[in-house]
């Protein structure tokens, strides 16, 4: 195993203080805890959104904490949902007394502990809701799941969410902006690579030189489909299939997020990317906007994902406005 870090058993850790010291003037880390917040939080009368999981995705989720986005991030050990006191000193540290919003991803670990930590909250007279977010077309079930998992898509729940909170909405408004995007978004993947937690010191998978993995999960779990490597249009092609069958984009103006998982150099998601484009184009879509980059990783796993996300007025208007997360600038 070759990565630069200290201790394998201390990487959280020693992460957060360096996020921290990036931005000391916008973020903060709230003391005895791994949680990221606004150094500005908790903001009177506004909902606080808060999203988290485990840690080795980066720039998810602290990279998305800062007005217009998020106002805490939870960080768990590397792949492990953050524990539920954790998230419950997430919530009361971004409280500003109009409610809090989480975001979770549909890993079963998540969801129990958030949950967990939204009903210990909820005991200490704080309002919460929350949306989970379920994008992956890849499988339905998997070793992490029940039901469909929480990939790159999450990142427009995050922006658009994140201003309807910053522009005054109400708990109820953005909870309802928040399921209106994950209703209409859509997201698959696929490696080239695996990843090696820190902590196990060994890659967990082995896919051989010539091999990739289709519908891979963050965390390695396993796809729909292993076979030889192939180009990058077949697998722009394979994915973006699967997804216009999982939904109806005819005639829809989207937003497209081609999404690097840690090692894929972005002159090959700009070339994942314009095939992308160029098969919306045939079937009538309009790209209205479109991001390329590392969004949500997999610590050095190569490979990427494809989402896309259905628009009207309200969401275009919503995706548009500005952000000051380090990790997503409109």
Do not use: W
Not at 125 to 148: C, L, M, P, Q, W
Not at 236 to 254: C, F, H, N, P, Q
Not at 277 to 291: E, N, W
Request: hydrophobic fraction near 40%; proline fraction near 4%; aromatic fraction near 4%.
């Amino acid at each position: 195993m070759k990565k630069i870090i200290n201790d394998p058993n201390k990487v959280v850790m020693d992460m957060l203080k360096g996020i921290e010291l990036a931005s000391p003037d916008r973020l903060k880390v709230v003391p005895d805890t791994t949680v990221i917040a606004r150094k500005d939080a908790p903001v009177a009368n506004k909902v606080a959104l808060i999203s988290g999981g485990g840690s080795g995705h980066e720039p998810a989720h602290a990279g998305y904490v800062g007005p217009g986005m998020l106002d805490a991030a939870v960080a768990g050990e590397v792949f492990t949902s953050p524990t539920p006191d954790q998230i419950l000193e997430a919530i009361k540290a971004v409280h500003g007394g109009s409610g809090v919003f989480l975001i979770i991803k549909n890993y079963t670990g998540d969801v129990m502990n958030f949950e967990m930590a939204a009903e210990l909250a909820e005991a200490e007279g704080i309002e919460v809701e929350k949306v989970v977010v379920n994008d992956d077309v890849a499988v339905e079930n998997s070793s992490f799941t029940t039901g469909r998992r929480g990939i790159a898509g999450t990142i427009f729940v995050h922006k658009i969410a994140g201003t309807k909170a910053e522009s005054g909405g109400s708990l109820a408004e953005v909870k309802a902006v928040a399921e209106k995007v994950n209703m209409n978004v859509r997201s698959m993947g696929m490696a080239l690579s695996p990843c090696t937690v820190p902590a196990a010191g060994k890659p967990s998978f082995v896919l051989n030189e010539n091999e990739m993995e289709i519908g891979i999960g963050i965390h390695g779990e396993p796809g729909i489909e292993r076979k030889n490597i192939t180009t990058a249009d077949e697998i722009a092609t394979e994915l973006t299939k699967r997804i216009l069958d999982d939904i109806d984009y005819t005639g829809s103006e989207v937003a497209v997020m081609v999404n690097g998982l840690g090692a894929t150099p972005e002159m090959e998601l700009y070339i994942v990317n314009a095939k992308v484009h160029s098969i919306l184009a045939d079937k009538g879509i309009k790209v209205y906007k479109t991001f390329v980059g590392e969004y949500m990783t997999s610590l050095e796993m190569a490979g990427c994902s494809i989402s896309i996300l259905k628009l009207d007025d309200e969401l275009k208007d919503l995706l548009n406005a500005k952000s000051q997360a380090s990790a997503f600038r409109v």
